[in-house]
């Protein structure tokens, strides 16, 4: 499978200048970030995907979007993919919110508050990341045609691997999972 960070949101724009959490809800993605999942809706189209899995953040949302015009695809949105919540930006729209900007999305399964109610404990997100592993390993070989459009939280507890906004790597979820994860952009 490909797992994709989202673009450059307005969160990681300002955190990345001042390390310190702008109070962003639910940041849309700059101009750069529609650059960048452009640029990545081109740079995918060749690589057989058949399948697009998304979180329900905006920006993942955002950055989805370009690739499932191109590949002509639905976007299967899920909160299993989502973010650590540790900042502001990690509380997201509510579902209601959602299926007024995103009506051509089946967002019925959605709860209208589905992202944790506190800051969530490195463990939970290590527990979401082994249940998608699982559960896209369990699909035989048609998680190799799917693409995760996610966030570094949970890309970095799914591979132990930290991704920069807008760049994707190949993972392969019948592997173990990795061995230790550092917390630290």
């Given at each position: 499978m490909?797992?994709?960070?989202?673009?450059?949101?307005?969160?990681?724009?300002?955190?990345?200048?001042?390390?310190?959490?702008?109070?962003?809800?639910?940041?849309?993605?700059?101009?750069?970030?529609?650059?960048?999942?452009?640029?990545?809706?081109?740079?995918?189209?060749?690589?057989?995907?058949?399948?697009?899995?998304?979180?329900?953040?905006?920006?993942?949302?955002?950055?989805?979007?370009?690739?499932?015009?191109?590949?002509?695809?639905?976007?299967?949105?899920?909160?299993?993919?989502?973010e650590r919540y540790a900042f502001v930006c990690d509380i997201g729209s509510p579902a209601t919110e959602l299926r007024f900007a995103w009506p051509d999305l089946d967002l019925t399964h959605i709860e209208e508050v589905w992202w944790p109610p506190i800051e969530e404990p490195a463990e939970q997100v290590i527990a979401r990341a082994a249940l998608f592993r699982d559960e896209m390993a369990a699909l035989g070989d048609a998680w190799q045609r799917a693409l995760v459009v996610s966030h570094w939280g949970f890309i970095l507890a799914l591979t132990g691997t930290s991704v920069q906004n807008g760049h994707w790597i190949r993972y392969d979820p019948t592997q173990p999972a990795p061995p230790e994860i550092r917390w630290k952009h």
């Open positions: 490909i797992l994709l960070r989202h673009g450059q949101s307005e969160f990681n724009l300002h955190f990345t200048a001042t390390r310190r959490d702008p109070g962003i809800k639910d940041p849309k993605l700059t101009d750069l970030g529609h650059a960048q999942a452009e640029a990545a809706a081109e740079a995918l189209a060749r690589e057989g995907i058949e399948r697009i899995i998304a979180s329900p953040y905006t920006r993942a949302l955002q950055t989805a979007a370009p690739v499932a015009k191109r590949l002509g695809l639905p976007v299967t949105v899920t909160p299993l993919v989502g």
